[in-house]
């Protein structure tokens, strides 16, 4: 807001001006402070307290022609993990309650987490209805069979934030989801606080090469910036601009590519935790420097060992039966498996 010199400013010649220019004044200050408010609660993030809002992500056609609804979600959250059962809260409209999708919701953006069959005589004007209620608020996510929602492995891709908007290359249109095995276990019972070691065999076709740089969420790399500073013909051994500091060059989510393994808990009792040693890789979009997620800046995948086989020591700290996925990602497509222990005293 400009203010005018006191010198300058004109008094109003009468009383009514001046009552009129009082209200005009209040509603204008009103006016700011409603749109400054709304503005800042846009632009804030919660650690804790906010809903889970379900994803329909769209629907894919398999080789031999089955149709599959796939769905991911928003906790809104950047840290609380929630737990929400099977039932009212967590469900379907149509065939069941448990359709297979999680009880346990990561933080913040998960995308394409769980898929289920297009149910026999689906039409395009039926609904799949999926409903969750968190911290109080209904959310629900609608799939429909409309043409502008069918989705296929490019479009995976960049959603996820391998691809920039709209681009394509004959080596994406190649690549293939990684292939993933959880080795068999010899008991699926154990105590809480005891720590069993699972181990994952992961191969891939190397289709996406890693990008090296590890330059992803808002510090993707803006070459056009650096070709500008270039172009200024300034002396070789002038420092180049740190490219982690540049503004994104795009305005999708961006993400490292390289092969990688991400084990979470993926359905779990209330209150529940599960603990991996070594710490896992981010199956959710951590887009914060520092963070241990693809989708974070300065962020390279780790050296998978030479046979594919990944072990990890897994802690549960209550009894109940848990579902833990071992989820494999090429920094394009993902593929998992998924191990169901029974934990007791």
Partial sequence: MLIEPRSRVRRPRSGVRSLKSAILNTAGSLAFVMLSSMAGAQSLSYTKGQDISPAYEGWEQASDGTKYFLFGYMNRNWEEEIDVPVGPENGFNSGGADQGQPTHFLPRRN??????????????????????????????????????????DVVKASETGALGAGTSSPEVRANTPPVVHIQEMKARSV????????????????IPKSRGEGFAGAAVANTARLDAVAATGQSQNAQR?????LPPSRVTVGKNVGLHLSWFMYRGP??????FDPPQVKAW??????ANSPWAPIWSAPTLPA????????????????????????????AYDEVTIVVVR
Avoid: C
Wanted: hydrophobic content about 35%.
């Fill in 111 to 152: 995308r394409f987490v769980f898929r289920l069959k297009v149910p026999a005589g689906f039409t395009e004007k039926d609904e799949l209805i999926w409903t969750l209620t968190t911290h109080g608020k209904t959310e629900r996510a609608y799939a429909t069979l409309r043409p502008d929602y069918v989705v296929d």
């Fill in 191 to 206: 105590k809480a606080g005891e720590p069993i070691t699972l181990v994952t065999e992961v191969k891939d076709d190397g």
């Fill in 307 to 334: 046979d594919g086989k990944q072990p990890v020591q897994v802690t549960f700290s209550e009894p109940g039966t848990y579902v833990l996925r071992s989820l494999a990602d090429d920094g394009a497509l993902t």
């Fill in 241 to 245: 601009p740190n490219r982690a500091m």
């Fill in 285 to 290: 979009e951590d887009t914060r420097a520092g």
């Fill in 270 to 275: 209330v209150g529940g935790k599960v603990t």
